[in-house]
């Protein structure tokens, strides 16, 4: 096809007709979207897991803390529970936690309250903070009306790199620094 | 004669082209439409966009993947609908190719918001590579048949398929 000038005109206002339909299109599903996002997201947060922000946002109401905390409560002896799949936990976990993947919560729910009896903390992790696991499973916690749940936002990745103690079929590397054993797991 | 079965195949040929990847463009955007939670964290797991761009992105691009989409099949204002494939795949390849370069694993988000397998990126560039060929062939259509634009006149060409 030879391109004159006014194909190449055509061919570029029509663009803008499509991409300003499609603008249209993007907002007006968003708009009404069980699922929308605000125009603002929190992605460059300083420590915890970024996130699209708004009504919907896998965050939303939870309380993330750091390594230092989670330690703390791990020496307190809280539960930790694992909330990637199956197959991650059996690789390697945090020392203690139990395997509580987000998608089979429903199905666990009885063990999951057994675990928490006595109004035990909860500290939920998942791989890192680009994962969003840990965050759904707390919001369902919560919803259960289990209060005392806290999200360990750097998760797996942040607590191998910090080296302390996991275990796993991976193999249980040397911790760089070994920290109190929990009291119960 | 001879030339005018050509055209007829060039045209049909173009005709498969723009409702296969009219069809395409639709089903990739249905998933994001559905949940622009999952497509945002998609983005940000592409670490190319400021942080203020990301939202704002996860609404519009699937708006306009089902425009462009719809746009391909119905044939109207094909061109346009054409060039926006096409740079959108171009954009969707730099993005691939650029974090292929610098090693980072992440979720292509294409047509669902599974995790991608390791080493998928090297067939999704491949994948998109050939959906940018098909794409600029039917932007670089002589004429689109059995198109709205023929019927309103915005394309040369009284019939369905023109023999001229």
Same mark, same amino acid.
């Given at each position: 096809?030879?391109? *004159? %000038? ?12 499509? $991409? ?17 996002? =605000? ?10 897991? +970024? ?28 539960? #930790?529970?694992? &909330?990637?799949?199956?197959? &991650? ?11 509580? =993947?987000? !998608? ?8 999951? $309250? ?32 289990? %209060? !005392? ?25 040397? =911790? ?10 | ?23 395409? @463009? ?20 592409? !670490?190319?966009?400021? +942080?203020?761009?990301? %939202? ?31 740079? &959108? ?9 650029? *974090? ?5 694993? #992440?979720?292509?988000?294409? @047509?669902?918001?599974?995790?991608? =397998? ?21 932007? $670089? ?17 009284? !019939?369905? #398929?023109?023999?001229?």
């Amino acid at each position: 096809m030879k391109v *004159n %000038n006014h194909t190449l005109v055509r061919t570029l206002c029509e663009t803008v007709v499509v $991409l300003i339909i499609g603008l249209l299109a993007g907002f007006s599903n968003n708009a009404l979207s069980s699922r929308s996002i =605000p125009l603002m997201g929190q992605w460059d947060k300083a420590y915890g897991v +970024p996130s699209p922000g708004g009504m919907h946002d896998p965050t939303r109401g939870n309380i993330e803390i750091g390594l230092g905390e989670a330690l703390r409560l791990f020496n307190e002896g809280a539960v #930790f529970l694992d &909330s990637r799949p199956d197959e &991650s936990y059996a690789e390697r976990h945090i020392r203690g936690a139990r395997s509580v =993947p987000e !998608k089979q919560l429903a199905a666990r729910m009885e063990e999951v $309250l057994t675990m928490l009896e006595g109004d035990k903390k909860a500290v939920v992790y998942c791989q890192g903070m680009e994962c969003d696991e840990a965050h759904l499973l707390a919001r369902a916690l919560r919803e259960a009306c289990l %209060n !005392k749940t806290f999200v360990f936002a750097g998760g797996m990745k942040e607590w191998e790199a910090a080296g302390y103690p996991v275990e796993g079929a991976g193999g249980t590397p040397e =911790p760089v620094e070994q920290p109190a054993a929990p009291s119960e797991s | 004669m001879k030339h005018g079965g050509i055209r007829l195949l060039d045209q049909s040929m173009v005709l498969i082209l723009r409702l296969f990847l009219g069809g395409l @463009f639709i089903f990739a955007s249905l998933h994001k439409l559905g949940d622009p939670v999952s497509f945002s964290r998609i983005i940000y797991g592409y !670490k190319i966009l400021p +942080p203020w761009a990301i %939202n704002i992105l996860a609404i519009v691009l699937p708006g306009v993947e089902l425009i462009a989409g719809v746009l391909l099949i119905l044939g109207f204002l094909s061109r346009g609908a054409a060039l926006t494939t096409t740079l &959108s795949l171009g954009v969707f390849i730099c993005a691939l190719g650029y *974090n292929l370069a610098r090693g980072l694993e #992440f979720d292509c988000g294409c @047509f669902s918001f599974a995790h991608s =397998p390791k080493g998928a990126a090297v067939d999704l560039l491949i994948r998109d590579l050939i959906l940018l060929a098909l794409s600029l062939r039917v932007l $670089l259509a002589k004429r689109y048949a059995c198109s709205l634009d023929w019927l309103f006149g915005l394309e040369r060409g009284g !019939k369905c #398929f023109a023999r001229e």
